[in-house]
């Protein structure tokens, strides 16, 4: 008998049985699929009531009465098992129990979210978004991708390196700008353009007409593109290498290192390339005083540049949403060959420039990610502040020292 009512579920201590109904009975519980025991499992009879829980080993002993009895044995992930068993007297039975495990299907999960591309491309700004993700691994140049946006056009005057014109809705020159991070492309120095940048850097350009906004900070008539890096919030390695005309080569890495949940991580990527652009051309040839169309050979005119970038900070804490401290270091090396026209020679120059600088961002939402007054919902943000000084270049005889120190915020209704 037991010492009061036992709930099911609950483990009960019996009282002792008479003498006469001192029989053993020990049940073992396993699993038939991993061959383990299954400690914990609840064992019932369900005739008295009485529950036990199975030890480390599987096991449980009941002390009862000759008799017709029934066994039910519950763990949860398993389907229940109920065994019926005689007890004689005089024979104690060691009862094995297999419980099935319960595999249930669930329906299909949904996770309906939005990208930031596609947040950018659902806003009140006319803005297009090119998302270049697809084209990793693929020989596709940032030129082409972007003249497939409607009313965006860049015109190359030759090979790798050569001057490449932007044109949006038919406003070029400085009425559009072009911005790598929300940083003007110019202050990485010269060799760095849209004809030189590797796709398997980036993660999307933001194609802006018109009014530009204004976190970018620009005064262009026609509008703006934003080149965005890549920005995964996982460990990852990514190299590329190309090798084509013209002694023509392109390579690229890029990577980040992810600190655990610490929010701290490391990141850098860089470029390089180099074309001989030694390609066949068409022009005047003086012979005997008498200039003449002929295809010649170009030479002296190889084009080299590299960039490369270090960037160390903190995401996702509670004293700042981003902290990011970034230097990099761009160079550019071109030969001289010709002027425009390619109707006066040079002879052997060359343009030379390094750039470096550093640059500190922060952002922190100032409070909770929505709050009401009213009935419009508010959600401010602030952009914090970009701080970049590049080192002194020279070309020349020429010397400057660009600066600049921009803040960006902005307060979004909706």
């Known amino acids: 008998m037991l010492n009061g009512q036992a709930a099911y579920g609950q483990v009960a201590t019996p009282s002792s049985p008479p003498a006469a109904c001192a029989l053993g009975l020990q049940v073992h519980v396993t699993d038939p699929a991993t061959g383990q025991v299954l400690p914990g499992a609840v064992v019932r009879l369900l005739e008295t009531g009485e529950v036990l829980a199975a030890d480390a080993a599987g096991d449980c002993a009941f002390q009862v009465c000759p008799g017709h009895y029934r066994v039910e044995v519950r763990l949860m992930g398993y389907h229940p098992e109920v065994k019926a068993i005689h007890l004689r007297a005089g024979q104690p039975v060691r009862l094995t129990l297999a419980l099935r495990a319960a595999t249930q299907e669930l329906s299909t999960v949904q996770v309906q979210g939005q990208s930031e591309a596609t947040t950018v491309q659902r806003s009140v700004q006319a803005v297009a978004v090119l998302d270049v993700r697809p084209y990793y691994g693929q020989a596709f140049g940032l030129t082409e991708l972007v003249n497939r946006v409607p009313g965006v056009r860049i015109r190359q005057d030759g090979g790798l390196g050569s001057n490449a014109n932007l044109s949006l809705n038919g406003l070029g020159g400085k009425q559009v700008r072009v911005f790598l991070d929300g940083i003007p492309l110019e202050f990485y120095g010269r060799g760095l353009g849209l004809n030189v940048l590797p796709v398997s850097l980036l993660e999307r350009v933001d194609v802006y007409r018109g009014v530009t ?5 620009a005064d262009a008539l026609g509008g703006a593109l934003n080149v965005v890096t890549r920005r995964e919030r996982f460990s990852y390695a990514d190299a590329s290498y190309e090798h084509s005309s013209f002694n023509t080569h392109k390579a690229a890495l890029n990577g ?24 066949k051309v068409q022009a005047e040839v003086i012979n005997a005083g008498t200039p003449e169309l002929r295809t010649v050979r170009r030479f002296h005119d190889q084009f080299q540049n590299y960039l490369g970038r270090v960037e160390l900070g ?8 981003k902290l990011a401290l970034t230097a990099f270091a761009a160079g550019v090396d071109r030969q001289i060959q010709h002027n425009v026209q390619m109707r006066q020679a040079y002879g052997k120059p060359a343009m030379r420039k390094p750039a470096s600088a550093p640059r500190l961002r922060t952002r922190k939402r100032l409070c909770g990610p929505a709050w009401t007054c009213g009935r419009t919902p508010v959600t401010p943000a602030f952009g914090g502040a970009d701080r970049y000084q590049p080192q002194r270049l020279q070309l020349g005889r020429q010397r400057y020292c660009p600066a600049a120190l921009q803040f960006r915020g902005n307060l979004r209704f909706g």
């Open 314 to 321: 903190w995401q996702d804490r509670k004293w700042a949403d």
């Open 256 to 279: 980040r290192y992810v600190v655990g949940k610490s929010g701290l991580y490391v990141a850098g990527n860089g470029l390089f390339n180099h074309a001989d652009n030694d390609y």
């Open 213 to 217: 906004p204004v976190g970018l900070g």
